[in-house]
């Protein structure tokens, strides 16, 4: 059973026993689940399709469709390279070495342009990265601030939140995600989004929900990296990222 099944598998004491029925089927028949809609499982295993919604919910996700995605892009990662932590400096040089090299061929100059220009033209810049994807943030806002513009980073869930509620039109949105389908990631960007505040997504993976809310995205190659069930995968490439958006704002727009 791979994490994420072991991760759902955690909150089945939280479920009601119909819920249990549903999170069972789903641990026992990922791939079919993927392949499936709702009412076909429902007639399946003899509940509602309400059931299934709730069932969902109740595992974090806002109806069957969002969890039916998150399962898909999990089975896929199983596929993706996965590199077992080691000592080894040659192979950890030689994986970091890929992961940039990949990166720099994602990464588009008119993207890279159109991201500096809005930094030049935003009042201010907010960060958004929960977890490991918060200390890019945090230091991609220090440079910023340094180069002369209004940015912030912040760890607090909830101040994230607020702040998300607070921005405006005038304003800019980064937001760094490895998965891009973190829970608090697509709230924050849902209500970026609705305020029509521009956002900048910096992801690990490709297609994710994550993309519809923003208005630039930068796709970054990042291998999947475990020791026991830690999550050991690199952010460097996220960093690399954003040192190049802000070298681009500051070549383009700062005086020297």
Known sequence: ???????LQKKQET??????????????????ITQSRIHEIAEKIYVSTATI??????LGYSGFQEMKYALIRHLEDEQRPVYHPSKNLTQLAERIQRELTQTLQLIQQEALETGAKLLAESQRIEFFGVGSSFSCCFEAARKLTFAGRIADAREDWDELRIVANHLTAKDAAILVSYSGET??????????????????AIIGSKNTPLEKF?????????????????DMSSRIPMHLVLELLILHYIESYVEQ
């Open 53 to 58: 919604s709730r069932t969902s919910q109740a």
């Open 15 to 32: 479920l009601s026993p119909l819920e249990q029925q549903v999170l069972e089927y789903i641990i026992k028949h990922p791939e079919e």
């Open 1 to 7: 059973m791979n994490i994420f099944l072991k991760k």
């Open 183 to 200: 829970m608090l990631a697509l709230e924050y960007a849902a209500i970026l989004k609705e305020r029509k505040v521009p956002i900048i």
């Open 214 to 230: 923003a208005s630039i995205v930068f796709h970054v190659e990042v291998v999947n990296g475990y020791y026991g069930e830690i």
